[in-house]
């Protein structure tokens, strides 16, 4: 009799964490986003405290490896022109008179250097939940619902990140001697198109297996993100 109560104990808890799971898996997590540089003495705490974020599955935690420090004697081994690109287009609307390392955006509107973790935290505590669309991942195609979006069309991105967390030996430069982690270190991004409100199916680029999908929607010239998933 104990057996049959345990049991049916157990199949209440998984169908439980089945429907709990399965209904996380309709929100968007939190966006954070770090630029930071290999060739920057500054950003070994902010890369430390994405390591932390990234463990926590309602945040989408994602490293931007810049290149305009590569000049100081220590090439980036992930920067790449379009992540500086990116950070420099959110500098206007964040109130920044130009792009610095280490940088953390947090759903497209809220800067920091990302320095303390419980500011980080309580931050991203007080985030509203994204309001966008609904976003789901299959292997080839991105799927976005009819929102309420109403205002112009939101640029739709395409993010391939490494998973886990990699450390890096750095030779040369403000850095050299150390070993740097980094997690969920961004390899690809790309602009799919345009989401106005509309439902909407995106062909996703044919990629290797490996990194992780994410999808970013997200207002026009580096404004407030939408919404985003990642498989």
């Known amino acids: 009799m104990k057996s049959s109560i345990a049991f049916g104990l157990s199949v209440i808890a ?17 966006v954070v986003e770090l630029f930071t540089s290999q060739g920057c003495s500054s950003c070994p705490p902010a890369n430390a405290n994405l390591v932390k974020l990234s463990n926590d599955p309602g945040i989408l935690a994602l490293s931007f490896s810049v290149t305009y420090w590569d000049y100081l004697g220590w090439k980036d081994s992930f920067g790449k022109p379009e992540f500086s690109n990116r950070q420099a287009n959110y500098e206007p609307a964040l109130g920044q008179s130009g792009p610095f390392t280490p940088q953390m955006v ?24 994204l309001s966008g669309p609904t976003i789901m991942l299959s292997k080839d195609v991105a799927t976005i619902d009819a929102g309420n979006h109403s205002g112009t069309p939101a640029d739709v991105w395409f993010v391939r990140y490494d998973p886990g967390t990699v450390e890096v030996p750095v030779s040369r430069g403000e850095n050299a001697g150390a070993t740097l982690p980094h997690a969920h270190v ?11 409100g509309k439902a909407l199916s995106l062909t996703l680029p044919s990629v290797k297996d490996g990194p992780k999908t994410a999808i970013i929607i997200q207002v026009q010239n580096g404004g407030q993100i939408l919404a985003a998933a990642t498989e």
Do not use: C, M
């Open 106 to 129: 947090i759903n497209g509107h809220y800067s920091t250097v990302g320095f303390d973790l419980k500011e980080l935290r309580a931050q991203i505590a007080s985030e509203k939940k």
């Open 14 to 30: 998984i169908l439980f964490g089945f429907e709990s799971t399965q209904a996380a898996a309709g929100q968007s997590p939190t």
């Open 186 to 196: 961004v390899r690809l991004l790309a602009h799919l198109g345009t989401w106005s």
